[in-house]
């Protein structure tokens, strides 16, 4: 009787230590929190570790973690935090879709070997659906590109499983985005056969265009696209009717159609991610012609990617894709609206449920900005300033939506609050040296480069600082060391590769010493434009070898470049200047098949067919 009732004694006990254990870590979140909105950065860092102690408290913790350091360059930590945060969520794909380029990947280059381990987890993970499993197969494509590894990146890409055969007509007026609402010839002239008035009232037609999967359909490879409506086109051919989603993420304003029906408009122009716009859509049995008008007024960049999925992003068996407009389908369908994106969904229904919270605010307004949806996501970070006035990290995202809008007033407002409730904030100081550098103040700019050092140590983003600095005030020695020193530390780093190449090649006039540094770098990145410095660096040396060197070079990035145009021109170009005319009229020929209609391509094969007279 005496053991038993020591035995419940101490589970009393025990069970009492851990209540006072999980309320003290409940409270250190709420704790940490209470600092992170009064901008006491150390204290929120030190009570959201202390709250990973807790089951209930650890999930959010681990992620607020990663968030901070990210933003207060600690990289490393910010990753394995948000790891741990993935782990033990009980939802973690919204919070990993809104997160992805800013705070997980890094964009969609050059991974670490940790990114790369989770990229797979992700894909062979059953739990995710197919939108986030194609994006990650996207971003280890475009990570094994950026190391040079082509074959490797076609694996991850063909998984994409994005369209690529169409046939495609332009431009179009679209001044001031005049033209997104008129009835353009292409909408009702499929075919090759058809002839239209451009823009410019020249006769054009469709041509066909091909890309692999995974790749964007890049109209400024194909038109000078200022102000312009471009239309693709493609043929679907199915075995039986089918519900579908079609799936487009766009740079420019959108419209839809299939089978002749318009089933989606949206005119504001946007820069956004694969997948932005899930439109729900029915194919019919045989085939099924497939519409798309992208318009651009505002911004300088044309493309779209599409791709077809059942309703959870997962490629659909069965299906082809056709130039051939022969006996294509006439079928009416109702207009459709976009599906909402479910992490935007995710997040509203949160600040609905939960509307005190200002991390439900933040992650919907990022959530909103990475597709471009400005106002809403200045309208939910208002929101979220309302709940807490002077937390400078939802001033910093109202910063970036007023660079995006480019509105200077507003900015320069923000900046100086974030000023003065943070002063002593990464970016408040980013902003004081910036305003210090146009003034020529050289002497506060190394001060407040020491501050930042002495807090977070020496960083790439410091010493390029740095370096920038010694540049201005011409002190070539110290430029030197320090490019040394950079290049040193960060081999991988393109900029720092790229000044230790000029200083090398131009300063120290050593082009063999500065071709060893672009061939070092190369041998672990891909970047065209190291290659291209690489090359004009042979060619410059004026031996045959070195012009044989930098033409492999040129030929090498046009295999590379995907309707590469421009690279076939340059090709063009240095034989033309070598007389050797007809290898140059190939090269032209090939490039013009791609942009029929850039003028300037046909000047150059003019003057080369003068040339062969």
Same mark, same amino acid.
């Given at each position: 009787?005496?053991?038993?009732?020591?035995?419940?004694?101490?589970?009393?006990?025990?069970?009492?230590?851990?209540?006072?254990?999980?309320?003290?870590?409940?409270?250190?979140?709420?704790?940490?929190?209470?600092?992170?909105?009064?901008?006491?950065?150390?204290?929120?860092?030190? %009570?959201?570790?202390?709250?990973?102690?807790?089951?209930?408290?650890?999930?959010?913790?681990?992620?607020?973690?990663?968030?901070?350091?990210?933003?207060?360059?600690?990289?490393?930590?910010?990753?394995?935090?948000?790891?741990?945060?993935? %782990?033990?969520?009980?939802?973690?794909?919204? /919070?990993?879709?809104?997160?992805?380029?800013?705070?997980?990947?890094?964009?969609?280059? $050059?991974?670490?070997?940790?990114?790369?381990?989770?990229?797979?987890?992700?894909?062979?993970?059953?739990?995710?659906?197919?939108?986030?499993?194609?994006?990650?197969?996207?971003? #280890?494509?475009?990570?094994?590109? @950026?190391?040079?590894?082509?074959?490797? &990146? +076609?694996?991850?890409?063909?998984?994409?499983?994005?369209?690529?055969?169409?046939?495609?007509?332009?431009?179009?007026?679209?001044?001031?985005?005049?033209?997104?609402?008129?009835?353009?010839?292409?909408?009702?002239?499929?075919?090759?056969?058809?002839?239209?008035?451009?823009?410019?009232?020249?006769?054009?037609?469709?041509?066909?265009?091909?890309?692999?999967?995974?790749?964007?359909?890049?109209?400024?490879?194909?038109?000078?696209?200022?102000?312009?409506?471009?239309?693709?086109?493609?043929?679907?051919?199915?075995?039986?009717?089918?519900?579908?989603?079609?799936?487009?993420?766009? !740079?420019?304003?959108?419209?839809?159609?299939?089978?002749?029906?318009?089933?989606?408009?949206?005119?504001?122009?946007?820069?956004?991610?694969?997948?932005?716009?899930?439109?729900?859509?029915?194919?019919?049995?045989?085939?099924?012609?497939?519409?798309?008008?992208?318009?651009?007024?505002?911004?300088?960049?044309?493309?779209?990617?599409?791709?077809?999925?059942?309703?959870?992003?997962?490629?659909?068996?069965?299906?082809?894709?056709?130039?051939?407009?022969? =006996?294509? #389908? +006439?079928?009416?369908?109702?207009?459709?609206?976009?599906?909402?994106?479910?992490?935007?969904?995710?997040?509203?229904?949160?600040?609905?449920?939960?509307?005190?919270?200002?991390?439900?605010?933040? #992650?919907?307004?990022?959530?909103?900005?990475?597709?471009?949806?400005?106002?809403?996501?200045?309208?939910?970070?208002?929101?979220?300033?309302?709940?807490?006035?002077?937390?400078?990290?939802?001033?910093?995202?109202?910063?970036?939506?007023?660079?995006?809008?480019?509105?200077?007033? &507003?900015?320069?407002?923000?900046?100086?609050?974030?000023?003065?409730?943070?002063?002593?904030?990464?970016?408040?100081?980013?902003?004081?040296?910036?305003?210090?550098?146009?003034?020529?103040?050289?002497?506060?700019?190394?001060?407040?480069?020491?501050?930042?050092?002495?807090?977070?140590?020496?960083?790439?983003?410091?010493?390029?600082?740095?370096?920038?600095?010694?540049?201005?005030?011409?002190?070539?020695?110290?430029?030197?060391?320090?490019?040394?020193?950079?290049?040193?530390?960060?081999?991988?780093?393109?900029?720092?590769?790229? /000044? $230790?190449?000029?200083?090398?090649?131009?300063? +120290? %006039? +050593?082009?063999?010493?500065?071709?060893?540094?672009?061939?070092?770098?190369?041998?672990?990145?891909?970047?065209? =434009?190291?290659?291209?410095?690489?090359? !004009?660096?042979?060619?410059?040396?004026?031996?045959?070898?070195?012009?044989?060197?930098?033409?492999?070079?040129?030929?090498?990035?046009?295999?590379?470049?995907?309707?590469?145009?421009?690279?076939?021109?340059?090709?063009?170009?240095?034989?033309?200047?070598?007389?050797?005319?007809?290898?140059?009229?190939?090269?032209?020929?090939?490039?013009?098949?791609? @942009?029929?209609?850039?003028?300037?391509?046909?000047? %150059?094969?003019?003057?080369?067919?003068?040339?062969?007279?």
């Amino acid at each position: 009787k005496n053991n038993k009732m020591k035995t419940v004694k101490f589970l009393l006990i025990a069970f009492a230590v851990l209540m006072t254990f999980n309320a003290k870590t409940q409270n250190d979140l709420k704790d940490g929190w209470d600092a992170f909105k009064k901008n006491n950065i150390d204290q929120a860092l030190e %009570k959201f570790q202390s709250a990973t102690k807790n089951p209930s408290s650890k999930a959010e913790a681990h992620l607020m973690l990663a968030m901070i350091q990210k933003d207060y360059y600690d990289p490393k930590n910010s990753f394995k935090n948000i790891n741990e945060f993935l %782990k033990v969520s009980e939802n973690p794909e919204p /919070y990993l879709n809104v997160l992805w380029s800013e705070v997980i990947f890094n964009g969609y280059g $050059k991974q670490t070997p940790e990114r790369i381990t989770l990229l797979n987890s992700i894909i062979s993970n059953p739990k995710y659906s197919g939108y986030t499993k194609a994006r990650a197969n996207y971003t #280890l494509g475009e990570h094994f590109q @950026a190391i040079g590894d082509f074959k490797k &990146a +076609k694996t991850y890409l063909d998984k994409v499983s994005s369209l690529g055969t169409f046939m495609i007509a332009g431009t179009f007026e679209n001044i001031s985005a005049s033209g997104f609402d008129k009835q353009h010839a292409p909408v009702t002239s499929p075919g090759t056969e058809k002839t239209f008035k451009n823009k410019n009232q020249a006769d054009v037609t469709w041509f066909k265009i091909t890309y692999p999967s995974g790749y964007w359909i890049d109209f400024n490879k194909h038109f000078f696209t200022n102000n312009s409506i471009i239309f693709a086109e493609t043929y679907c051919e199915s075995g039986s009717d089918k519900d579908v989603m079609l799936n487009i993420g766009t !740079s420019g304003s959108l419209k839809l159609w299939v089978n002749d029906a318009l089933i989606f408009s949206e005119e504001t122009e946007r820069n956004n991610d694969m997948d932005t716009y899930r439109i729900p859509a029915k194919i019919f049995s045989g085939k099924n012609r497939i519409l798309i008008q992208v318009g651009s007024s505002e911004l300088d960049r044309s493309n779209f990617m599409m791709r077809i999925t059942d309703n959870n992003g997962m490629d659909i068996p069965g299906l082809a894709y056709t130039n051939d407009h022969n =006996g294509y #389908l +006439k079928k009416s369908q109702a207009k459709s609206a976009a599906v909402s994106l479910p992490s935007e969904k995710f997040f509203e229904d949160k600040i609905k449920e939960k509307p005190n919270e200002i991390l439900n605010y933040m #992650l919907l307004a990022k959530a909103y900005s990475n597709n471009e949806k400005i106002l809403e996501s200045q309208r939910i970070t208002n929101e979220a300033l309302k709940l807490s006035p002077d937390c400078s990290m939802l001033t910093w995202q109202l910063l970036l939506i007023y660079i995006k809008e480019e509105n200077r007033t &507003a900015l320069s407002a923000a900046i100086e609050k974030m000023r003065k409730i943070d002063p002593e904030n990464p970016i408040s100081l980013d902003f004081d040296y910036n305003e210090a550098n146009e003034k020529e103040d050289y002497v506060k700019c190394h001060s407040i480069i020491d501050k930042l050092k002495s807090k977070y140590g020496n960083n790439e983003g410091f010493m390029l600082k740095e370096m920038e600095l010694a540049n201005s005030e011409n002190k070539i020695d110290e430029l030197l060391d320090l490019a040394d020193m950079a290049y040193s530390k960060y081999p991988d780093t393109y900029i720092f590769a790229l /000044y $230790k190449f000029q200083l090398e090649s131009g300063y +120290k %006039k +050593k082009p063999a010493e500065g071709i060893k540094v672009l061939k070092a770098y190369l041998k672990n990145n891909y970047i065209p =434009g190291a290659y291209q410095n690489l090359a !004009s660096t042979y060619a410059e040396m004026g031996t045959q070898t070195g012009l044989e060197d930098a033409i492999e070079i040129y030929k090498n990035l046009q295999v590379n470049a995907v309707n590469g145009s421009d690279e076939l021109i340059l090709l063009g170009d240095i034989y033309f200047s070598f007389r050797e005319y007809t290898t140059a009229e190939s090269y032209y020929l090939q490039a013009i098949a791609i @942009a029929p209609y850039i003028s300037p391509y046909h000047s %150059k094969l003019a003057l080369c067919y003068e040339q062969m007279k």
